[in-house]
């Protein structure tokens, strides 16, 4: 609304002309402060190759990393060297490609032909059935099964291993059934909660939505005011009558809005192509993310501020990334590491931003349980873009 | 080599275009090009932006590749052996791409380097070249830290390492002080002279252009006029006068006066205190006279002026006389820039037809002071007043009713320091509403730093500045509505068009809805972007992004209008357009501070400060800082007092 | 003409002397590109070496003891002797749920109210709640509960349990005797830090170097250098030659840290190493430089960069996923990555030996990689301006 059409111009100044005043001052506000984001947007998204860069690359990365991130095993080539020629082995074997996580391979003759098949990679692990094995099991010996497995890749070989014990336990069971014996057993039920087929694409895909957004906003904030700088356009900017919380507002809420975008597509993926059920409700995840993009932005400007140049902002986001994500529990759990570092990971907004979307996405968890991460998230994001602004202008030369 | 003539450059119908991606379509860069440049001569290569030099001379250098046409640089054929031209060959391009992050020293060693030169040669060429650029002190800084006009000496001096067949200069003076420019145009004549060098230079200053043996002209991808400057000034014989203002009225105004006898009159520039003035008819004051005798003064009244309308109206067809009101008018021999404007503003009349691309295209517009106009009020009505008597009176009102005022731009004291450079030391000085203030100095002199302090962008080290009547570091956000800023570098969103970033810089300056559209409309006008308003900014050629810079820091009226060397590698035409405008704001009460390295441009203003290592060492009109120096032109008066500080300090 | 040729040859030295000491000194002087080039790598050693672990070592457990008789007691007794179990005992499903839910234990066992009477009729049941959301980690404590309780029940009332792997019964079993090649402690170490060579070469190599040609044609200082006597191989090998001795820096940190504290073995030769990956960076810094010169702009360059070498070397090269799990298509453009090959020849050579199946074909990969990377960059450098 024009200011110039308010019908009191004639009105002595008093209380009311102190509340348009107030009212002049938010409108000019938010006419200030939309003309800065329209410019910010327009500055992103005008360039095709910089479109392109920004939404092509989040969709071919969830798809592939959706399908290359898993620790399930399918297909793992193995090979045999069954000395023993019975149907007890057979069966053993029978069982163990039932599985669907095995595939056999090819047979070897003799002890010297183990080492080629596993060196040169034909095959994962190599199972080597005894002379005696159904003459021992007969006689209620123990027979040993001999695996030799490739451990160059340390999860596979234990993922691996774990498979074949429990294939191998059935088999006992099974054998000990059909033998007659009554012993007293015990069982273990397990349950997985969440994640009822314990898939690592279940578990990764969530974590995606947050991390995939992270890497562009953060080097997009990171630009920002770097290449105004190197540009000299941020001198223009600062003689305007924007005041710095402006100028952060305006620099973060296009990215914070691409980032919110590049979320949406991961998720629209997870849901449906992977076809991982949504546990959650949009409200809560929205929160989260909105929480997590803002924290991630306040950190990119904060780089922007402080750099020189394009170059420095592009190589000093990318130091903190690397550790940000490695610290995250996105491909290796939190859990896992020495306390210092998860001490460390504690003022990481990614470790923040995967807990909310894989709590929100497969535990369905609602505003309560996820208030462990919003807050810390909210702190980051409040902390560092007051800072940004104040680098605005305070920058030393 | 199909001939074994002795040109350093030869072109045979050469024709170059560009696609433009973002603007979707094909522009001229040259048309038919036919060109022999002697060797062992002195070429000087001029024409208005978007004319095609820098083309050309990236042709000869071999790092583009003409659409048709042959190229030949010192007998080869650069098309097919760029390398070898390379090699014989040195080029100063226009951005010249200092490494930021290498010392002085460093960046002249990696191109000695690059050119082979032994180390016995380098010692003494080094000495001489660092003294020419007056880098002796700097050798160790990063070029990076050098202030801008020093870094175009550097990159002249990694040019000069060597003494190569043929020199290719693309503007080597661009915000270059005039003692610099001075000491590099006799470096470049020595080696001429001494070392038989052949040098191509294309140049946005006329008076450097007058010193070469040949001047080719170009417009719009052709070639005007070539040849010696002498044969180029023959042109403009007859048209030139110089006439001397009344006392206390400032030559500008004069100058706008002629200028807007836009029929009569081609082009008028203040000058040493006097308007000099180029009519479109030949002879016409003295037509209205009988003798032609130089230097006689001639009375131009009433009467007589009337006479010399007559002698107008049988060359012009238009009516009118000279709006000189009774001033004595002199012939004065013509200088290039006269022949420059004559023969661009004749071309002007041929090609007004035949169409020429948006983005290259420059001007054409009539002058804007009419539409400048509109914005303010009270001085249209000056100048549409009768052209006799009221020139004496008129002057009395603006500014002396101003002077009564307190200052807008009041600096007291100031002082910034880097660490222990002092930039800018115990400054003092007072700028009054409605006054052109211009701020003069050597590269490096600390007139960028006493900018950046006004406007808010660095803080003082100490004193005491306040502009328009706040120090805008610690004001409020709203204080800085009152002013506009247009900074040395083309400083605009380059990836939005004209229209989005004037968008941006009105809501920036809280302007909305219909108020937006109506400003931005009025200053498209005003400045004659309408041509380009939905192209890519960054594509405009350099008139056009200049007055781009200037609209959008006049969106929001301001009070007060900081310019930072606005006219740094303009053309004659680019500068006159300029500073008519800059006329009209004056005018009609905006406070005009500038910087600017054309000594002719002070002329201009109503105050000139020339600043040198920080310290002020004149402060005054353009008359008495004239006097001060004890020359006849500014030029002249800048160097002397320049050096003379200099020799003080030194002593 | 020997005099021509020898003259030839101490132009483009003096040149690539003068080119290289210009590149070497805007690296040293940008101490972002020491941070990328040196600092990063020395700190993803250190959190991969010690911090990043695929092992899942502590489980916080709640243990729900339904039935109080000391059977049952007896039976979950191996989990307070593993090193890898927290536990805590609550009294209700519910006050377990509760911990679940908030994150405070990785799993829940029950031990039902029935499990006495049930276990001696040879039926004996425990539940185990996971939390499956990280799959990986639920197995591995499905495989810890497993062998805890194998383990501890084996003195006490060795005949009531009848786990999967280790049980000595009258009927016959089969019992799995394992043996782990090349990483007998099957420590995620082992694997992850010969990777982080492939990871540090690809950072040095293609991100750092993707900017460099790009910076100089967004600052505008290639104009005045095509116009020397200079050729455009020169300006490629002057770019080359700094970030090549940064990355065989990283590489040769990784390498001693490797050896000295974490003790990967090294069982094939060592030349070889070094040889795979001079090819390997050379292909990497081809590939940076191509990108750079065709992109010219900096920002799409590192992003390019990003996207085409770092994170498919991260997750589509076999360093965190093996590529024997993925589907076809991923594998097949995982396959088509030289730090696929990397990999596996510097796994290999670390932890297996010289094997010269692979390390010849790998070899031959990278060979044609580093050429192949480097041509193109070759002949997108060229002295135009457009």
């Not at chain 1, 000299?232 to 973060?252: A, R």
């Not at chain 2, 040669?121 to 700097?138: G, H, I, S």
């Not at chain 2, 004595?328 to 013509?334: D, G, I, L, S, W």
């Not at chain 3, 060979?367 to 450098?381: K, M, N």
């Amino acid at each position: 609304m024009n200011p110039r059409e308010f019908p009191l111009p004639d009105e002595p100044r008093g209380r009311s002309s102190a509340l348009i005043d107030h009212l002049e001052g938010a409108r000019l506000f938010f006419v200030r402060l939309a003309a800065l984001i329209r410019k910010e947007a327009l500055a992103i998204l005008a360039d095709r190759s910089s479109r392109t860069i920004l939404f092509l690359p989040v969709l071919m990365q969830s798809l592939l990393f959706g399908y290359a991130a898993t620790y399930d095993l399918s297909h793992v080539p193995y090979a045999v060297m069954d000395q023993s020629h019975s149907a007890l082995s057979v069966r053993l074997l029978a069982h163990l490609d039932g599985t669907g996580f095995f595939r056999r391979v090819t047979d070897v003759e003799a002890e010297s032909d183990i080492a080629p098949v596993i060196d040169s990679q034909r095959a994962l692990m190599v199972i080597t059935v005894p002379r005696r094995f159904e003459q021992g099991l007969a006689a209620g010996e123990s027979v040993p099964l001999q695996v030799i497995l490739d451990a160059r890749n340390s999860t596979t070989a234990s993922t691996a291993l774990a498979h074949l014990a429990a294939v191998v336990g059935d088999f006992n069971q099974e054998l000990a059934r059909s033998q007659g014996a009554r012993q007293p057993a015990l069982s273990l039920e397990t349950r997985a909660w969440f994640n009822p087929n314990r898939e690592t694409r279940w578990n990764f895909m969530p974590a995606l939505i947050a991390s995939l957004s992270m890497l562009q906003t953060l080097l997009l904030t990171a630009l920002s005011v770097a290449r105004e700088r190197e540009q000299g356009t941020f001198d223009q900017l600062l003689v305007t009558p924007l005041s710095p919380v402006q100028i952060m507002l305006g620099k973060s809420l296009p990215p914070v809005m691409i980032g919110l975008i590049q979320s949406t597509l991961v998720f629209l993926i997870t849901v449906y192509w992977f076809q991982i059920p949504f546990a959650g409700t949009l409200p809560v995840l929205y929160a989260g993310l909105t929480a997590f993009v803002l924290a991630g932005v306040g950190i990119g400007l904060v780089v922007s501020a402080l750099a020189a140049t394009m170059q420095q902002a592009m190589l000093y986001t990318f130091v903190l990334l690397m550790p940000m994500m490695l610290l995250s529990g996105l491909s290796t759990p939190i859990s896992s590491m020495p306390e210092i570092l998860q001490t460390a990971t504690l003022i990481n907004p990614l470790r923040y931003g995967i807990d909310v979307a894989r709590r929100v996405y497969l535990e369905g968890a609602g505003f309560g349980d996820i208030a462990g991460d919003l807050l810390p998230l909210l702190v980051i994001a409040l902390l560092t873009l007051p800072m940004a602004a104040w680098l605005f202008r305070h920058r030393l030369a | 080599m199909s001939s074994p003539a002795p040109a350093v450059l030869r072109c045979e119908r050469v024709r170059r275009t560009f696609w433009l991606a973002e603007a979707r379509h094909r522009v001229i860069a040259l048309v038919d090009i036919n060109l022999q440049i002697a060797r062992g001569s002195l070429t000087a290569l001029v024409g208005p932006d978007g004319a095609g030099k820098t083309t050309l001379l990236r042709l000869a250098a071999g790092l583009l590749q003409p659409d048709a046409g042959s190229i030949e640089v010192l007998g080869i054929d650069v098309v097919r052996e760029p390398q070898s031209v390379q090699d014989r060959i040195s080029y100063m391009p226009q951005r010249f791409g200092l490494y930021e992050d290498l010392s002085v020293q460093e960046n002249l060693d990696l191109y000695a380097d690059l050119h082979g030169i032994a180390r016995e040669v380098r010692v003494p060429r080094y000495a001489r070249l660092l003294e020419m650029t007056d880098l002796n002190k700097f050798t160790t800084r990063l070029a990076g830290q050098l202030s801008g006009g020093m870094k175009q000496k550097l990159g002249l001096a990694c040019t000069l390492v060597r003494s190569p067949e043929l020199l290719l200069l693309d503007e080597p003076t661009v915000g270059v002080d005039p003692l610099s420019r001075r000491e590099l145009w006799q470096i470049i004549a020595q080696l001429v002279e001494e070392e038989h060098l052949s040098v191509i230079v294309s140049t946005a200053y006329l008076d450097e252009a007058e010193r070469c043996a040949e001047v080719v002209l170009l417009r719009a991808g052709r070639i005007l006029a070539n040849g010696p400057p002498v044969s180029l000034r023959a042109q403009a014989a007859g048209r030139c006068y110089r006439v001397t203002p009344p006392p206390g009225v400032p030559a500008r105004q004069l100058q706008t006066r002629l200028l807007d006898a836009h029929d009569l009159v081609l082009d008028a520039v203040p000058q040493s205190g006097e308007v000099w003035f180029m009519t479109r008819a030949e002879g016409a004051v003295a037509a209205a006279e009988s003798g032609r005798e130089h230097g006689r003064s001639k009375e131009a009244d009433e009467s007589n002026a009337a006479s010399g309308a007559g002698a107008a109206n049988a060359a012009g067809g238009t009516s009118n006389r000279l709006p000189l009101g009774g001033l004595t008018v002199h012939e004065r021999a013509p200088r290039l820039e006269d022949a420059f404007m004559l023969l661009i503003d004749r071309d002007e009349g041929v090609s007004q037809a035949s169409h020429l691309p948006a983005l290259s295209r420059d001007r054409g517009n009539p002058p804007q002071a009419a539409a400048l106009r509109g914005s303010r009020e009270p001085h249209s009505h000056e100048l549409s007043h009768g052209p006799s008597g009221d020139l004496n009176t008129a002057r009395a009102d603006p500014m002396n009713a101003r002077s009564e005022e307190a200052p807008v731009i009041e600096v007291h004291d100031l002082v910034r320091r880097f660490g222990d450079f002092v930039a800018v030391a115990n400054t003092t000085f007072s700028v009054r509403r409605g006054e052109v203030f211009g701020l003069l100095g050597p590269n490096g002199a600390g007139k960028t730093t006493t900018f950046r302090m006004l406007c808010g962008l660095l803080p003082a080290t100490s004193g005491s500045l306040r502009v328009a009547g706040v120090d805008l570091r610690h004001a409020r956000a709203e204080a800085r509505a009152r002013i506009g800023y247009v900074a040395q570098k083309f400083a605009l969103y380059g990836n939005l068009s004209v229209r989005e970033n004037l968008r941006f810089f009105a809501g920036a300056y809280g302007l909305s809805g219909e108020q937006s559209r109506e400003r931005i409309d009025t200053v498209v006008e005003q400045f004659g972007l309408a041509a380009v308003v939905s192209g890519p900014s960054g594509l405009l050629a350099g008139g056009y992004r200049q007055r781009l810079a200037m609209a959008a820091a006049l969106l929001h009226e301001p009070q007060i209008l900081f310019l930072d060397e606005p006219t740094s590698g303009a053309d004659p035409l680019a500068r006159r357009e300029f500073w008519r405008r800059i006329t009209a704001l004056a005018q009609a009460g905006t406070t005009v501070v500038i910087t600017t390295h054309f000594m002719e441009e002070a002329e201009y203003c109503d105050r000139i400060l020339i600043q040198d290592a920080g310290e002020v060492l004149a402060l005054g009109t353009p008359q008495e800082v004239r006097s001060l120096g004890g020359q006849g032109d500014m030029d002249g008066a800048f160097i002397h007092i320049v050096e003379q500080a200099r020799g003080g300090r030194a002593a | 003409m020997s005099d021509q040729a020898s003259g030839a040859v101490r132009g483009f030295c003096q040149r690539l002397l003068a080119l290289t000491r210009k590149e070497t000194r805007q690296l040293l002087r940008d101490r972002s590109n020491l941070a990328i080039g040196l600092a990063l790598p020395a700190l993803l050693i250190l959190l991969f070496g010690y911090g990043i672990s695929l092992d899942v070592n502590h489980v916080s457990i709640a243990v729900v003891i339904e039935d109080a008789s000391p059977g049952a007691r007896d039976t979950i007794a191996g989990l307070r002797l593993s090193r890898y179990f927290t536990q805590q005992d609550v009294y209700s499903m519910r006050a377990a749920e509760t911990l679940m839910e908030a994150h405070a234990v990785q799993a829940v066992l029950r031990v039902p109210g029935d499990f006495s009477g049930s276990l001696a009729s040879g039926q004996g049941r425990l539940q185990l709640i996971v939390n499956g959301s990280d799959a990986t980690t639920a197995r591995i404590i499905e495989g810890y509960v497993q062998s805890a309780l194998a383990r501890g029940s084996g003195p006490i009332n060795k005949p009531t349990l009848r786990a999967a792997t280790s049980t000595a019964l009258p009927s016959g079993t089969v019992r799995l005797e394992e043996r782990l090649w090349f990483n007998e402690a099957n420590t995620s170490t082992w694997y992850l830090v010969p990777g982080l060579i492939v990871l540090i070469m690809t950072l040095v190599g293609t991100f750092l170097t993707s900017m460099v040609v790009a910076r100089e044609w967004e600052r505008g200082t290639l104009e005045a250098l095509f116009v020397t006597p200079v050729r455009p191989t020169e300006i490629l090998l002057a770019k080359t030659i700094p970030y090549f001795v940064v990355g065989m820096i990283g590489f040769a940190m990784t390498i001693a840290a490797a050896r000295l504290l974490f003790h990967v073995p090294m069982l094939g030769s060592a030349a070889l190493l070094l040889f795979a990956s001079v090819l390997y960076l050379l292909a990497s810094l081809g590939m940076g430089l191509w990108i750079s010169a065709l992109t010219k702009n900096q920002f799409i360059a590192s992003q390019t960069a990003l996207l085409t070498s770092f994170m498919p070397a991260l997750m589509l090269s076999g360093f965190l996923f093996d590529l024997n799990n993925v589907p076809v298509v991923v594998r097949f453009i995982g396959e088509l990555l030289p730090a696929t090959h990397f990999l596996e020849l510097i796994k290999t050579l670390m932890l297996a030996g010289t094997i010269k199946s692979i390390v010849l074909t790998d070899c031959a990969i990278l060979i044609g990689y580093a050429v192949l990377f480097i041509g193109l960059a070759r002949l997108a450098t060229r002295k135009r301006l457009a």
